[in-house]
Protein backbone atom coordinates (compact mmCIF):
# COMPACT_ATOMS: atom_id res chain seq x y z
CA UNK A 1 0.00 0.00 0.00
CA UNK A 2 1.62 3.37 -0.74
CA UNK A 3 1.89 6.39 0.91
CA UNK A 4 -0.96 8.04 -0.94
CA UNK A 5 -3.55 5.75 -0.33
CA UNK A 6 -2.08 5.68 3.47
CA UNK A 7 -2.78 8.94 4.19
CA UNK A 8 -5.90 8.87 2.34
CA UNK A 9 -7.69 6.39 4.74
CA UNK A 10 -5.81 8.23 7.47
CA UNK A 11 -7.74 11.76 6.62
CA UNK A 12 -10.90 9.49 5.81
CA UNK A 13 -10.77 7.73 9.73
CA UNK A 14 -9.99 11.39 11.34
CA UNK A 15 -13.34 13.16 9.04
CA UNK A 16 -15.55 10.61 10.46
CA UNK A 17 -14.50 11.14 14.12
CA UNK A 18 -14.98 14.49 13.78
CA UNK A 19 -18.62 13.83 12.49
CA UNK A 20 -19.61 11.48 15.15
CA UNK A 21 -18.07 13.70 17.91
CA UNK A 22 -20.27 16.71 16.73
CA UNK A 23 -23.21 14.25 16.60
CA UNK A 24 -22.45 13.46 20.37
CA UNK A 25 -22.72 16.78 21.15
CA UNK A 26 -25.60 17.92 19.09
CA UNK A 27 -27.40 14.69 20.60
CA UNK A 28 -26.81 16.10 24.29
CA UNK A 29 -28.08 19.44 23.57
CA UNK A 30 -30.91 18.21 22.03
CA UNK A 31 -32.12 16.17 25.38
CA UNK A 32 -31.01 18.95 27.76
CA UNK A 33 -34.26 19.54 29.42
CA UNK A 34 -35.48 23.35 28.82
CA UNK A 35 -35.65 25.92 31.75
CA UNK A 36 -38.89 25.49 33.85
CA UNK A 37 -40.80 28.92 34.47
CA UNK A 38 -42.04 29.95 37.37
CA UNK A 39 -45.44 30.71 38.12
CA UNK A 40 -46.63 34.37 38.02
CA UNK A 41 -47.27 34.96 41.91
CA UNK A 42 -50.78 35.46 43.33
CA UNK A 43 -51.50 38.96 44.42
CA UNK A 44 -52.80 38.85 47.88
CA UNK A 45 -57.01 39.84 47.93
CA UNK A 46 -57.76 42.78 49.04
CA UNK A 47 -59.29 43.78 52.49
CA UNK A 48 -62.14 46.12 52.77
CA UNK A 49 -63.56 45.43 55.84
CA UNK A 50 -62.87 43.96 59.42
CA UNK A 51 -66.70 43.54 60.52
CA UNK A 52 -65.33 39.48 60.97
CA UNK A 53 -63.85 40.86 64.06
CA UNK A 54 -67.43 41.62 65.08
CA UNK A 55 -68.50 38.04 64.36
CA UNK A 56 -70.91 39.95 61.55
CA UNK A 57 -72.58 38.28 58.75
CA UNK A 58 -72.48 40.79 55.66
CA UNK A 59 -74.77 40.88 53.21
CA UNK A 60 -73.25 42.18 50.46
CA UNK A 61 -69.02 42.84 50.27
CA UNK A 62 -67.74 46.19 49.22
CA UNK A 63 -67.80 47.67 47.27
CA UNK A 64 -71.12 48.80 47.35
CA UNK A 65 -72.82 51.45 45.32
CA UNK A 66 -75.65 53.49 45.72
CA UNK A 67 -77.39 56.40 43.68
CA UNK A 68 -80.30 58.98 43.91
CA UNK A 69 -80.62 62.23 42.50
CA UNK A 70 -78.09 61.49 40.42
CA UNK A 71 -75.27 61.18 42.78
CA UNK A 72 -73.63 57.71 42.54
CA UNK A 73 -71.97 57.05 45.86
CA UNK A 74 -69.84 53.92 46.31
CA UNK A 75 -68.18 52.47 49.78
CA UNK A 76 -64.94 50.71 48.64
CA UNK A 77 -63.44 50.28 52.40
CA UNK A 78 -64.73 50.23 55.65
CA UNK A 79 -62.81 49.60 58.76
CA UNK A 80 -63.56 50.04 62.83
CA UNK A 81 -60.54 50.79 64.47
CA UNK A 82 -60.14 51.07 68.07
CA UNK A 83 -59.65 54.94 69.05
CA UNK A 84 -56.54 54.01 71.07
CA UNK A 85 -54.97 51.78 68.05
CA UNK A 86 -52.09 52.69 66.23
CA UNK A 87 -54.16 53.16 63.11
CA UNK A 88 -56.63 55.47 64.34
CA UNK A 89 -54.54 57.62 66.61
CA UNK A 90 -52.22 57.93 63.10
CA UNK A 91 -55.43 58.62 60.72
CA UNK A 92 -56.34 61.46 63.82
CA UNK A 93 -52.65 62.59 63.46
CA UNK A 94 -51.94 62.71 59.93
CA UNK A 95 -55.35 64.38 59.16
CA UNK A 96 -55.97 66.45 62.19
CA UNK A 97 -59.35 64.49 63.60
CA UNK A 98 -60.62 64.79 66.54
CA UNK A 99 -62.46 61.73 68.88
CA UNK A 100 -64.54 64.18 70.87
CA UNK A 101 -67.61 64.08 69.01
CA UNK A 102 -70.13 62.56 71.27
CA UNK A 103 -71.02 62.72 74.59
CA UNK A 104 -70.37 59.72 75.60
CA UNK A 105 -66.63 58.52 74.75
CA UNK A 106 -65.94 57.87 71.52
CA UNK A 107 -65.05 53.70 70.97
CA UNK A 108 -63.76 53.54 67.22
CA UNK A 109 -62.91 55.74 64.79
CA UNK A 110 -64.41 54.45 61.06
CA UNK A 111 -62.13 55.01 58.40
CA UNK A 112 -63.53 54.48 54.65
CA UNK A 113 -62.81 54.80 51.09
CA UNK A 114 -65.42 56.32 49.13
CA UNK A 115 -65.68 57.24 45.38
CA UNK A 116 -68.71 59.62 44.56
CA UNK A 117 -70.11 60.57 41.01
CA UNK A 118 -72.09 63.34 39.75
CA UNK A 119 -74.57 61.80 36.73
CA UNK A 120 -77.30 63.90 37.05
CA UNK A 121 -77.11 67.32 35.04
CA UNK A 122 -76.96 69.88 37.70
CA UNK A 123 -73.77 70.80 40.13
CA UNK A 124 -73.67 68.85 43.41
CA UNK A 125 -71.53 69.41 46.74
CA UNK A 126 -71.18 70.39 50.42
CA UNK A 127 -70.06 73.20 50.92
CA UNK A 128 -70.22 76.74 51.60
CA UNK A 129 -73.38 77.09 49.21
CA UNK A 130 -74.74 73.97 50.49
CA UNK A 131 -73.89 72.35 53.54
CA UNK A 132 -76.83 69.38 53.56
CA UNK A 133 -74.58 65.98 53.84
CA UNK A 134 -75.55 63.87 50.76
CA UNK A 135 -75.30 60.48 52.03
CA UNK A 136 -74.65 58.73 55.99
CA UNK A 137 -72.75 55.86 57.15
CA UNK A 138 -75.48 54.10 59.43
CA UNK A 139 -75.17 51.97 62.63
CA UNK A 140 -77.84 50.45 64.41
CA UNK A 141 -80.33 52.70 62.30
CA UNK A 142 -77.98 55.87 63.37
CA UNK A 143 -76.11 58.36 61.44
CA UNK A 144 -72.27 57.98 62.41
CA UNK A 145 -71.03 61.78 62.70
CA UNK A 146 -67.75 62.50 60.60
CA UNK A 147 -65.30 64.86 62.22
CA UNK A 148 -63.45 67.88 60.24
CA UNK A 149 -60.25 66.72 59.34
CA UNK A 150 -58.69 70.03 60.29
CA UNK A 151 -55.31 69.69 58.42
CA UNK A 152 -57.31 69.37 55.24
CA UNK A 153 -61.07 70.51 55.65
CA UNK A 154 -60.09 73.86 53.00
CA UNK A 155 -58.66 71.87 50.66
CA UNK A 156 -61.47 71.19 48.66
CA UNK A 157 -62.24 67.76 46.48
CA UNK A 158 -59.27 66.68 48.73
CA UNK A 159 -58.16 62.80 47.44
CA UNK A 160 -56.96 62.11 51.06
CA UNK A 161 -59.41 63.24 53.70
CA UNK A 162 -62.72 64.61 52.33
CA UNK A 163 -64.54 67.67 53.66
CA UNK A 164 -65.58 70.25 51.01
CA UNK A 165 -66.67 68.93 47.61
CA UNK A 166 -67.65 70.04 44.34
CA UNK A 167 -68.60 68.11 41.24
CA UNK A 168 -69.93 69.12 37.95
CA UNK A 169 -72.00 66.81 35.82
CA UNK A 170 -69.66 63.76 34.73
CA UNK A 171 -67.02 64.53 37.07
CA UNK A 172 -65.92 61.77 39.86
CA UNK A 173 -64.14 61.89 43.15
CA UNK A 174 -62.35 59.59 45.23
CA UNK A 175 -61.47 59.98 48.63
CA UNK A 176 -61.21 59.15 52.29
CA UNK A 177 -63.70 59.78 55.12
CA UNK A 178 -63.14 59.38 58.89
CA UNK A 179 -66.00 58.78 61.38
CA UNK A 180 -66.47 58.24 64.74
CA UNK A 181 -68.74 55.32 66.76
CA UNK A 182 -69.53 54.64 70.67
CA UNK A 183 -69.96 50.81 70.57
CA UNK A 184 -69.55 47.57 68.80
CA UNK A 185 -71.47 48.30 65.80
CA UNK A 186 -74.54 44.90 64.91
CA UNK A 187 -76.49 46.89 61.74
CA UNK A 188 -74.93 48.61 59.34
CA UNK A 189 -76.23 50.40 55.87
CA UNK A 190 -75.54 53.20 53.17
CA UNK A 191 -77.85 55.63 52.65
CA UNK A 192 -78.18 58.51 49.88
CA UNK A 193 -80.64 61.46 50.10
CA UNK A 194 -80.77 63.82 46.99
CA UNK A 195 -83.60 65.95 45.55
CA UNK A 196 -86.44 64.00 46.84
CA UNK A 197 -84.87 61.01 45.85
CA UNK A 198 -83.08 58.74 48.11
CA UNK A 199 -81.60 55.25 48.50
CA UNK A 200 -80.65 52.73 51.20
CA UNK A 201 -78.49 49.28 50.79
CA UNK A 202 -77.64 47.37 54.03
CA UNK A 203 -74.30 45.89 54.82
CA UNK A 204 -75.10 43.90 57.11
CA UNK A 205 -78.92 43.92 58.59
CA UNK A 206 -79.90 43.18 62.02
CA UNK A 207 -80.21 39.20 62.82
CA UNK A 208 -83.64 37.34 61.93
CA UNK A 209 -84.37 39.93 58.98
Do not use: H
Amino acid sequence: MNKTMIKSILAATMLFSVVLGNGAITSATAVKPAATTKPAATSAPIMRDNLFKFGLKKEVDLPVTISAGGLTYTLEKLMFYDVNSKEAQSLMKMYGYSDRIYKTPTKYMVWTKLTIENKGSKVIQVSAKDLSAKWNLKVDSFNLISPAPGNKMEILNNKEALWSWVLKPGEKLSSYQMYGYIKDPSVISIYVNLGGEFEEKYIVKRPGE
